[in-house]
């Protein structure tokens, strides 16, 4: 067998795709983990708190009977909107609307050109754009 | 369509456009975190700190002593898990095997195994981890004789667990970065042996 010298992205040992699963299985799941590492990275967050209420979520799930798929990041994004919304950092009048009026977006919303490189931030600046029309 | 039926990725994308017009988040920052936690923390820094126990019998005693200020030897264990108090390393042995779970929801060593796969945070492996570990690990291709004993640690708010794996018959003449290879993320959850 070969070993690599060298562990890096391209080696056998390049974490976490060798050893199986990836963490995310989709972009809306990784933001949402960035958005909540953020805030608390930027103290705005308590971790403990956020814990907290995920476990309260999944706990609910599942006496709720198990009745729906399961889906730990919808979970997460629970426990995430409720503490934004009693931490007072997101209202939910405004959160309301702005979901709403993304819904109405046409199909192709985020790629008005042909372009090929990872434009999340640059799709968030433009809804970010869309709160104020 | 209600506000409640809107999917989950509208929802994420209005929660970051509202972060970032408060000026809670920056998406740059937010990309460059997934980024780190995606592609620069995984289990390659625990098979790191296996290999390193493996072969230096002082590291290995500090390691099983004190998790974290070991790890801390190695360059790991910067920011990532800064909310977590400890870090305790399980040795197997040969009458002993340790599994890791978290039964509340998915607390996991990040500093040294990156993010959990979706498996550890199902709630049939939460539940049969502790409910019946060894019929779980049999399942999951891990036969264990039964005069071995099996250990379920089950994380909590101030401590995350990270199993440390017996090095495989014949790997003595490897040296560290042979054998950090050989070390997989499923040995240090202990749903496999080496």
């Not at chain 1, 999944?58 to 919808?74: K, P, S, V």
């Not at chain 2, 970051?16 to 017009?21: D, I, M, N, P, W």
């Not at chain 2, 000026?23 to 920052?29: H, M, P, T, Y």
């Not at chain 2, 018959?169 to 560290?176: E, K, P, S, Y």
Request: charged share 30%; proline share 6%; glycine share 8%.
């Amino acid at each position: 067998m070969s070993l690599p010298v060298r562990l890096d992205e391209d080696g056998a040992a390049a974490p976490p795709r060798e050893n199986g699963e990836l963490a995310f299985g989709a972009p809306w799941e990784s933001r949402l983990f960035g958005l909540t590492m953020a805030l608390v990275e930027g103290g705005q967050l308590d971790w403990e708190t956020f814990r907290g209420r995920l476990i309260a979520h999944i706990a609910d799930w599942e006496a709720r009977g198990r009745d729906e798929t399961w889906d730990y990041w919808q979970r997460w994004r629970e426990a995430f909107e409720d503490s934004l919304a009693i931490a007072g950092l997101v209202d939910q009048q405004e959160m309301d609307r702005l979901v709403r009026r993304l819904a109405r977006r046409p199909h192709g919303h985020d790629h008005p050109h042909d372009h090929h490189h990872d434009h999340t931030s640059e799709r968030a600046a433009n809804t970010a754009g869309e709160i104020d029309e | 369509m209600t506000i409640e039926d809107a999917g989950p990725e509208l929802r994420t994308e209005a929660l970051e456009a509202l972060l970032v017009k408060k000026g809670l988040v920056r998406s740059a920052a937010v990309d460059a975190l997934v980024e780190r936690y995606e592609q620069d923390i995984g289990p390659l820094r625990g098979a790191r700190v296996v290999a390193q126990a493996w072969t230096d019998p002082a590291f290995r005693a500090r390691l099983l002593e004190d998790g974290m200020p070991a790890i801390r030897e190695l360059g790991f264990g910067d920011n990532t898990d800064a909310h977590v108090a400890r870090l305790v390393v399980k040795e197997n042995t040969e009458s002993v095997h340790n599994l890791i779970v978290c039964t509340l929801c998915s607390c996991y060593p990040w500093a040294v195994l990156g993010l959990p796969p979706a498996w550890y945070k199902s709630p049939a492996y939460r539940a049969r981890a502790v409910r019946e570990p060894r019929r779980l690990l049999a399942e999951l291709g891990l036969e264990l004789p039964p005069e071995v004993e099996v250990r379920v640690w089950d994380s909590s708010a101030e401590v995350r667990y990270m199993v440390l794996p017996r090095r495989p018959q014949g790997a003595d003449d490897l040296g560290v970065e042979q054998l950090t290879a050989l070390v997989t993320r499923d040995s240090m959850i202990g749903v496999e042996r080496l």
